[in-house]
């Protein structure tokens, strides 16, 4: 069964850093391309962050662009995001997403993990 396990939220103050990780499981991830997306309360959910399968290009939104940073390591079916210099609205919850090479094959996503931070 495919499934996708995010780790690594919790409470950090402004101007700190957290790593999040998203381990993958039953399915072929190296074929994905892996994005995080994030949502506050009450509002939408938007794409932070994705890292194509091959080559690792890269894309960010513009409110963490300098900030964040995407990478992945095929051999152990992980996908972090790196996030430094947070700011306050920087809270939300965080979702691992993997997206498939074609439209036959299904869309994952993780159950998220809450990113605070702190004024």
């Known amino acids: 069964q495919a499934e996708l396990v995010e780790s690594g939220g919790g409470l950090v103050q402004a101007g700190g850093s957290l790593r999040l990780s998203c381990a993958a499981s039953g399915f072929t991830f190296s074929s994905y391309t892996m994005s995080w997306y994030r949502q506050a309360p009450g509002k939408e959910r938007e794409l932070v962050a994705s890292?194509?399968?091959?080559?690792?290009?890269?894309i960010y939104a513009d409110s963490v662009k300098g900030r964040f940073n995407i990478s992945r390591d095929n051999a152990k079916n992980l996908v972090y995001l790196q996030m430094n210099s947070l700011k306050p609205e920087d809270t939300s919850i965080y979702f691992c997403?993997?997206?498939?090479?074609?439209?036959?094959?299904?869309?994952?996503w993780g159950q998220g993990t809450q990113v605070t931070v702190s004024p």
């Open positions: 890292i194509h399968s091959m080559p690792h290009i890269s």
């Open positions: 997403k993997g997206r498939p090479p074609g439209s036959s094959f299904p869309t994952y």
